[in-house]
């Protein structure tokens, strides 16, 4: 969607993915030419192993089982919606869908998840299922205690082993292609997760990660500082996530940076695509410009719209993307490695379908997202592409959605 949030501040800017995906899911209610409604799944049995969201209600997930060529292949995506760094903050939660699963309701598939062969041609019929968020860590919280004052529950690996579980024994053991995805917090978790995934899948399938809007960057904000550093410590500390983020890391890192992708990827073993916006939104307002490093309020208008930004602003924009783009993995290392990183004012692109495949849809070189994400996932073709700097690029779509 093309209209920006209002700006975030200090205390809440870890919430604002969560209002945009609200309005999305509203929107993804309505049927399209390549929407399916899907049910959810609530796993009550996860309770009794503690896994739960940070109310303590069960753990959701949406499952659109597979058919002919796809009944033994599975594209297991996270949601996203930010991630609460306080108890204060992650009791707000309590109160929607980022906290409670009492508030999840019924939602459409489409762009990575769709079911129609025209718009998503080589993921259609495969079993496809959207995890719902609502632990606050990306799935890598496990605190044993309850928190008495609030009755919070940090478990946010819990709740990820106990539906990756489930999935193992609806058939998914027996995958013979398997490709675990998220958006934002979910895509981060997508990277976190990923080799833990592929152990758990049989040895002759073939396994990857797809990591949309989350390859959150170590980045300098607009006074010189990392400001996102403190607020990933504060979230590995409260969620005691240290324990359950990728040992590879953690063993040579302290753990905040484990949260970083460009920590986490280079010991990385299995086969990863990394989809960003080089301007991504998110990103814009909250790591270059959060509240806190702008309390004169010059980049308000900025942040949420880059058409508003002002000469000075589009520079400090364009080092900004060029810091982002030192930081990704260098293109040409590896064929394993699928990167799609266009200068879109963007966050999210495979869950919309205008964005994923559609005619007009965002593409870089005549390839479209979910074009480039096939071709990775099947080795048709070396999929790596960076995009010119920003506006060179007509065919963006400012979506921010899940």
Known sequence: ????????????????????????????????????????????????????????????????????????????????????????????????????????????????????????????????????????????????????????????????????????????????????????????????????????????????????????????????????????????NLHESAKNLPSSCTSTQSPELCFFPQYVIPTLRTPLFILNAAYDSWQIRNILAPSAADKSKAWAKCKLDIKSCSSSQLVTMQNFRKEFLAELPQSGQSRSLGMFIDSCFAHCQSGAQDSWLAEGSPSIQKTQIGKAVGDWFFERAVSQRIDCPYPCNQTCKDNEDD
């Open 1 to 236: 969607m093309a209209s920006g949030p209002a700006p975030i501040s200090s205390g809440a800017w870890l919430f604002h993915a969560a209002a945009v995906v609200t309005l999305v899911l509203a929107l993804a209610a309505v049927p399209s030419a390549w929407a399916d409604d899907v049910d959810m799944v609530f796993l009550k049995s996860a309770v009794a192993q503690g896994a739960v969201c940070l109310d303590g209600t069960p753990p959701v997930y949406h499952f659109s089982p597979g058919s002919g060529s796809g009944a033994n292949n599975w594209v297991v995506h996270m949601e996203g919606g930010g991630w609460c760094k306080t108890s204060e903050e992650c009791a707000i939660r309590k109160g929607n869908f980022r906290g409670s699963s009492k508030y999840m309701k019924p939602l459409s598939f489409s762009g990575i998840l769709g079911g129609s062969q025209k718009y998503n041609p080589d993921f259609y019929n495969w079993n496809r299922v959207k995890v719902r968020y609502c632990d606050g860590s990306s799935f890598t919280g496990d605190v044993a205690a309850v928190e008495s004052s609030t009755n919070l529950h940090y478990r946010g690996a819990r709740v990820w082993n106990a539906i990756i579980q489930d999935l193992l024994e609806k058939g998914m053991s027996k995958a013979q292609n398997a490709l675990l995805s998220g958006c934002s917090a979910g895509g981060l978790a997508a990277i976190l997760h990923c080799d833990k995934f592929s152990d758990l899948l049989p040895a002759s399938a073939k396994v990857k990660c797809f990591s949309d809007a989350g390859y959150f960057f170590d980045g300098t904000d607009i006074t010189g500082n990392k400001f996102v550093r403190k607020v990933y410590k504060d979230i590995v």
